[in-house]
C-alpha cells in the first residue's frame, strides 16, 4: 500500500511541475510578439495558404524564405492548421461546455503565437523528462532525479529560449539525445539513426556530433550478418524519412533528387546566409579577440582564414573525443558520454566560426545531466556555464531595441562581451582539466 501511495505521488508530482512549467510559457505569451516568432507566424500563414508544393521557392515572403528542415516546417504548418481551425473548440463547448468560454476567446486571440511555440514548449517537456530518467538510472535516487527534471523544465535559459525568444533548438537536440542513448540497446539501437536524423530534420545544429555519432554507433554494433542486415534496414528507414519529409515541399514537375538538393543548399545550409562571420552574436573566442558581427570569417590569420581555424578546431575537438571515448572500453559510465556531448558541443561553440547566439544547444542537456550525476565535479561549472549562455541570450535579443542594454555589452569596446567570453573559455577548460584528472572515476 505504501508503495502504490508513493508512485500516486510521484505521479501527482510530474504532473503538477509540467502544469506549472507550460504556466511559465503561456502565461506571458500575450506580450511576447516580436522576434523570430514574426519570421515564423509570416512562414506557417504562407504554409497554410499556399500549400506546401514549392514553397521553399515562393516569392513573397514579408520577412525572409524559410529556412529550416522540412520537419519544423511541417511543424509550423501542423500550428497554423490547429489555429485555423480552432472553431472545434467552440462546438465542443456548445455540446459539453468544455473548455470554458474565456479559454476559446482567449486561444482565439493568442492562440497562433501560443501553437507556434508548441513544438519548443514539448521539446522542454521530454527533455525534461530525458534528464529524469537518466539521472534516476544511472543515480537511483528519485531526490536528484526529480531535482534535474526541475532544474531543466524551470531553466530559465530554456524558458527563455522558447518562450521569448520563440525558438524550437530544444526539440531537436532531444531526439539527437535520445539517438545516442539507445545505441546501446540492440532491440531498438536500430532506431538510433532515425532518430539523429530526425532531429537533423528539426533543426541543423545537431550536425555537429555527426563524426562522433558515427564512431560510436558503429563502436557498440559487432559487425555481424544480423546487424549488417539492421543497418541496411536502418539506413532504407532513413532514406525514406528524408524522401517522404521533402516529398510535400518538392515540385511534382522537377526530379525529387534535384529538387531536395537545391533546398538544402539554397535554403537550408548557411551558404545561402551570406558571408561568414566569425561570430555572430555568440560569446566565444571570435568575440573575445575580434569585432562581434562585424570580423567576417575570411579574416587571415599567419595565411589562415578564420573559417579554416575553425574548421581544424572542429576536426581537433572530434578527435580528442573519439580518443577518449577509445580508452577503457570497459568503463564506458553514462559521465563519459555526457561530457564528450558536452566538449564537442560547447568546443564547436567557442572554437568555430558562423556561431549564432543560440548554437550552443547541443551541449546544453549535457550540462545539465553532468551537474546532476556528478554535482561535485561539475556542478559549479555547469551553473557558470548556464548563466553565460543565459547571458548571451538575453544581450542578443534585446541589443537592437533596448538601448542601455546595448551599452552595458558593448561599451568600452565590447569590454563585457569579452569578460564574459574570457570566463566561458576558462570554464571549458576547467572542465576538461576536471574530467581528465577524474576520469578513472567513470
Known amino acids: 500500500m505504501a508503495k502504490n501511495k508513493t508512485s500516486v505521488f510521484k505521479v501527482v508530482l510530474f504532473f503538477i511541475l509540467i502544469l506549472i512549467g507550460i504556466g511559465v510559457r503561456i502565461i506571458p505569451v500575450n506580450n511576447l510578439k516580436n522576434g523570430d516568432i514574426l519570421v515564423h507566424l509570416d512562414w506557417s500563414k504562407t504554409l497554410y495558404k499556399q500549400h506546401l508544393n514549392n514553397i521553399y521557392f515562393y516569392p513573397k515572403w514579408l520577412y525572409a524564405p524559410p529556412s529550416q528542415p522540412p520537419l519544423m516546417m511541417l511543424a509550423f504548418w501542423t500550428s497554423r492548421h490547429l489555429y485555423e481551425n480552432r472553431y472545434l473548440l467552440s462546438e465542443l463547448h456548445n455540446s459539453i461546455k468544455i473548455p470554458p468560454a474565456s479559454v476559446i476567446l482567449w486561444i482565439d486571440k493568442y492562440g497562433e503565437f501560443l501553437l507556434l511555440r508548441l513544438w519548443a514548449i ?3 517537456i521530454l527533455s525534461a523528462l530525458l534528464v529524469y530518467f537518466v539521472i534516476k538510472k544511472h543515480q537511483k535516487n528519485f531526490k536528484i532525479a526529480i531535482l534535474g527534471f526541475a532544474f531543466m523544465l524551470f531553466n530559465p535559459l530554456s524558458i527563455f529560449e522558447t518562450t521569448f525568444w520563440g525558438q524550437n533548438d530544444i526539440i531537436s537536440i532531444f531526439f539527437t539525445y535520445l539517438a545516442f542513448l539507445i545505441i546501446k540497446d540492440k532491440k531498438i539501437s536500430i532506431l538510433s539513426p532515425l532518430l539523429y536524423l530526425i532531429a537533423i530534420l528539426i533543426k541543423p545544429t ?6 562522433f555519432y558515427i564512431f560510436y554507433y558503429f563502436r557498440n554494433i559487432n559487425l555481424n550478418r544480423h546487424n549488417l542486415l539492421r543497418i541496411t534496414l536502418s539506413a532504407l528507414l532513413c ?20 529538387e531536395i538538393y537545391n533546398i538544402v543548399t539554397t535554403r537550408i545550409t548557411s551558404s545561402s546566409k551570406g558571408l561568414s562571420r566569425a561570430s555572430n552574436s555568440a560569446f566565444n573566442l571570435y568575440s573575445l579577440l575580434f569585432q562581434l558581427d562585424k570580423t567576417y570569417g575570411s579574416f587571415k590569420i599567419l595565411g589562415l582564414t578564420l573559417d579554416s581555424i575553425g574548421v581544424i578546431f572542429y576536426l581537433l575537438i572530434n578527435a580528442v573525443s573519439i580518443f577518449i571515448m577509445s580508452k577503457n572500453k570497459g568503463q564506458n559510465g ?19 566560426t558562423g556561431m549564432l547566439e543560440r548554437y550552443f544547444f547541443p551541449a546544453f542537456l549535457a550540462s545539465i545531466l553532468l551537474m546532476f550525476l556528478n554535482f561535485k565535479q561539475f556542478g559549479l561549472y555547469m551553473i557558470i556555464q548556464n548563466i553565460i549562455w543565459l547571458l548571451n541570450l538575453i544581450y542578443s535579443f534585446y541589443q537592437r531595441d533596448v538601448g542601455w542594454m546595448r551599452t552595458l555589452f558593448e561599451g568600452n569596446s565590447n569590454l563585457l562581451i569579452r569578460i564574459i567570453s574570457l570566463i566561458s573559455l576558462i570554464n571549458f577548460i576547467l572542465v576538461f582539466k576536471k574530467y581528465s584528472a577524474t576520469k578513472s572515476q567513470y
Open 239 to 258: 532514406l525514406a524519412l528524408i524522401y517522404f519529409s521533402f516529398k510535400p515541399f518538392l515540385n511534382p514537375n522537377n526530379s525529387p533528387i534535384t
Open 122 to 124: 514539448l521539446g522542454d
Open 334 to 352: 553514462p559521465t563519459k558520454l555526457f561530457f564528450i556531448l558536452f566538449f564537442i558541443g560547447q568546443g564547436v561553440f567557442l572554437f568555430m
Open 206 to 211: 545537431s550536425l555537429v556530433f555527426i563524426p
